[in-house]
């Protein structure tokens, strides 16, 4: 029986925009301990902060590496991964560079992913990889998520939220049919609503980035206290078109 706290647990509450001051993250943190999500994910110089904000809950400190582009040296991203964990992240979003990606050097994006992936791995901490698939053709998500496996990923990740486009339920199959079943997918960009969550979920998708985390939150545990929580078979749901 699908509950609640199956959704919250999917969560990784979104507090990247730019323009967020301290107090705006402090408050994510706290909407994020309310509910019990997975995860909360902050841009590294706010690491620190919701380690404090966070103490005590069992919601993860997560941060981003080479965002919102990717285009950082890989030396660069490495030195970023290292300083987010000794700051308290446990799990760290990575932009791949989908420009190189897109120019067919596989051999230099794989590296940049396994050079993060292998500093990471170090001290346990999980790797996404984010692709950014507004920007890719087909073939060019599928050597992403063979890349990304080699290299040895955690995640693949459809988007950084700072593109022209988010996750689709058609790219959210396709990631999910080109990688091992070790390889978890996490959805970026569109999940809004309690419908949507429903629907990355059906395709295999086991985490999804959102700011609209109460909104859902409080749906779900609408539905689940009136007995109408529900997954829902897979192709049934869909997405927000608008970004």
Do not use: W
Request: proline share 2%; glycine share 8%.
């Amino acid at each position: 029986m699908l509950r609640a706290k199956d959704i919250a647990k999917m969560i990784d509450h979104s507090l990247l925009r730019p323009e967020l001051t301290v107090a705006d993250v402090t408050a994510g943190c706290e909407v994020a301990k309310k509910y019990d999500v997975a995860s909360v994910c902050v841009k590294p110089a706010d690491v620190l902060l919701a380690g404090e904000v966070l103490k005590g809950s069992d919601v993860m400190n997560t941060t981003v590496i080479g965002f919102p582009h990717g285009s950082s040296k890989t030396e660069t991203k490495v030195f970023e991964t290292e300083q987010a964990i000794k700051d308290g992240a446990v799990e760290v979003d990575m932009v791949l560079n989908y420009g190189r990606l897109r120019s067919g050097d596989i051999a230099y994006v794989e590296q940049d992913v396994k050079a993060v992936v292998d500093a990471a791995h170090k001290h346990n901490v999980v790797v996404k990889v984010i692709f950014e698939n507004c920007f890719l053709n087909d073939e060019e998500k599928i050597a992403a998520c063979q890349l990304c496996e080699r290299a040895g990923a955690d995640f693949v990740k459809t988007s950084s939220g700072f593109g022209t486009g988010g996750a689709t339920i058609e790219d959210l199959k396709l990631m999910r049919a080109n990688t091992a079943p070790h390889i978890q997918v996490k959805a970026a960009g569109g999940v809004r609503t309690l419908d949507n969550a429903l629907a990355v979920r059906s395709v295999g998708t086991t985490r999804f980035g959102a700011t609209a985390t109460a909104a859902i939150m409080d749906e779900a545990i609408a539905r689940e206290e009136a007995g109408t929580l529900a997954d829902i078979p897979e192709g049934t749901g869909s997405l927000g078109t608008t970004y």
